[in-house]
C-alpha cells in the first residue's frame, strides 16, 4: 500500500474535510476549520501507523476472498446471495 491523503473544501462549507490512508492501507477521516489542522493530522496518522494486527490481516483475507466470490457469480451470470 501507499501513504495517500486528500483535503476537500466544498463550496459554502466552514470545514475542511480530510482523508489519509496509511502505509498499511487504514483510512481515516477528519474535519476542520483551518487547513494547517489537515495537514497536521496527515503527519499524525502517518506518524503513528503501526503494522496489521493479525486479526487485521485476517478481517483483509476474508473481504478479498468474499469479494472473489462475488466477482466469479456476477462472471458467470449469477446473481450473488449473500445472506
Known amino acids: 500500500m501507499c501513504r495517500d491523503y486528500s483535503i476537500t473544501k466544498h463550496k459554502g462549507n466552514t470545514h475542511y ?3 489519509v490512508t496509511d ?5 481515516k477521516g477528519n474535519f476542520f476549520t483551518e487547513l494547517q489542522d489537515c495537514y497536521d493530522f496527515v503527519y499524525e496518522v502517518w506518524e503513528q501507523e503501526k503494522p496489521l494486527t493479525d486479526k487485521e490481516v485476517e478481517q483483509n483475507l476474508l473481504s478479498r476472498a468474499i469479494l472473489d466470490c462475488i466477482e466469479i457469480d456476477k462472471n458467470n451470470n449469477k446473481q ?4
Open 23 to 27: 502505509s498499511y492501507g487504514r483510512e
Open 80 to 83: 450473488p446471495i449473500l445472506d
Open 17 to 19: 474535510q480530510v482523508y
